[in-house]
């Protein structure tokens, strides 16, 4: 059974930043591709970034695009997500994410895997 672990939430003034890491319980960690999602009160769970397992394709929304920083380290089973110059609309709660098939990343729906979430909050 493969476990999520996100930590690194907080809340932070309009422009601030924040890192939130997902820690994945997983001997093949390395052979995986990783996501974050978000979600909003009363809103639908929304595509924030993707790597891919050698960090060689790396997507983003383009809500956050220039913004935001999608990384790995697969000697930790790690993945971070660095957030810089945050907005009210960033307020959500973040999840870390795997197991996509061949599906599109952004697809909430076809995960298998997911973490319990970190809040953020932008004031």
């Known amino acids: 059974h493969v476990q999520l672990v996100e930590s690194g939430g907080g809340s932070v003034p309009v422009g601030g930043s924040l890192r939130p890491s997902c820690v994945v319980s997983d001997h093949s960690f390395s052979l995986r591709c990783m996501s974050w999602f978000r979600q909003a009160p009363g809103k639908d769970h929304e595509a924030v970034a993707h790597?891919?397992?050698?960090?060689?394709?790396?997507d983003y929304a383009d809500s956050v695009q220039g913004r935001f920083t999608i990384s790995r380290d697969n000697g930790k089973n790690t993945v971070y997500l660095q957030m810089d110059n945050l907005k009210p609309e960033d307020t959500a709660i973040y999840y870390c994410a795997t197991d996509h098939g061949a599906t599109k990343w952004s697809r909430a729906y076809f995960y298998n895997f997911w973490g319990q979430g970190t809040q953020v909050t932008v004031s």
């Open positions: 790597i891919s397992r050698d960090s060689a394709t790396i």
